[in-house]
């Protein structure tokens, strides 16, 4: 596969969440979200030779340039997979326990915003795709030639919280039952616009409605629950889970689950001692950051990241 290189992608947060992983130069280490490698390369600089960084993604052509920039390093192990498989893949590999530090960069990468032939950005025309994964799974004009008007209403209202949702479904099925629903990103972005009433100042009427089908087509929800599941058996005492979050919906979930583990467990009455079950499992590290103003202004998307640590304990 050929490897479209991306010279002017930035890593969102790169130094706060490479410092936020505190690593260790001899430990194992996880990027679940590789992307273009910004994270990874930094996160490379400060291990030895005797470290383990796995490299996952499950977009083909992260894979290709993770095997193109580090397929050479002994540190390294590439693997294409869902972030949500991780817990069978290093339990396969037996790490569970060992490892040291897990980062997710969760949503939609620059690059793939970028690419028009991948179908996120109605900015840009290109076929209706939206799939992180774009060599297997449904794509997003497939979805849409057969969805039901209610199914569309909850993923736009539910994923994209969208309060427009039923005045868009509606259009969207009319425009199908018509033979006319588009077949391009900025085709679909147009049908979506003349839907909505009035749009939020400064954000395009089909930005909810983008991010809604995208979440629902990659289940992007689901897999952050499934890995989250995984985190304390997969992380050593000591290592921790860095999470750099886009919108509300993923930030929740990673706030509710470091706190859920952060606190001692439901005790019958009376209880006289802790039993280790019940014992927290993970230890909240600060508080949530976000992006400086500078790097905002050189790096318009951070503006919407949220940073979480949480470090394993004992």
Request: neutral net charge; contains cysteine; charged residues 25%.
């Amino acid at each position: 596969m050929a490897v479209s290189e991306a010279p002017e992608h930035r890593p969102v947060m790169l130094e706060q969440a490479i410092e936020a992983m505190h690593p260790r130069p001899h430990g194992i280490y996880v990027d679940g979200t590789f992307g273009r490698g910004g994270h990874a390369m930094a996160l490379l600089s400060r291990l030895d030779n005797s470290a383990c960084l796995w490299l996952v993604d499950k977009d083909p052509e992260a894979i290709a340039l993770a095997q193109a920039r580090h397929g050479d390093d002994p540190r390294c192990q590439i693997l294409q997979a869902d972030f949500a498989d991780l817990g069978p893949h290093l339990r396969a590999a037996g790490l569970a326990g060992q490892v040291m530090g897990i980062l997710l960069d969760l949503g939609v990468s620059s690059p793939q915003l970028d690419t028009p032939a991948r179908g996120f950005s109605f900015l840009r025309e290109g076929p209706l795709d939206m799939r992180m994964n774009n060599l297997t799974g449904e794509t997003a004009a497939e979805w849409l030639a057969g969805v039901d008007e209610r199914t569309l209403v909850s993923v736009l209202r539910d994923y994209g919280e969208e309060r427009f949702a039923r005045r868009i479904a509606r259009a969207i099925c009319r425009a199908r039952d018509q033979g006319q629903l588009p077949e391009t990103t900025t085709g679909l972005a147009e049908l979506i616009a003349t839907a909505v009433p009035r749009s939020e100042p400064g954000r395009h009427p089909a930005t909810r409605s983008f991010q809604a089908i995208r979440i629902h087509l990659n289940d992007e929800l689901g897999a952050l629950d499934r890995v989250l599941g995984d985190i304390c058996d997969l992380l050593g005492p000591g290592g921790r889970l860095v999470v750099i979050s886009f919108h509300s919906l993923e930030d929740r979930r990673v706030k509710r689950f470091i706190n859920r583990h952060s606190q001692v467990g439901d005790l019958p009455p009376g209880a006289g001692r802790v039993p280790p079950e019940k014992q927290p499992r993970l230890r909240r590290i600060g508080k949530a950051l976000q992006a400086d103003d500078l790097e905002i202004h050189s790096n318009p998307r951070a503006r919407s990241a949220t940073l979480r640590v949480a470090e394993r304990l004992p």
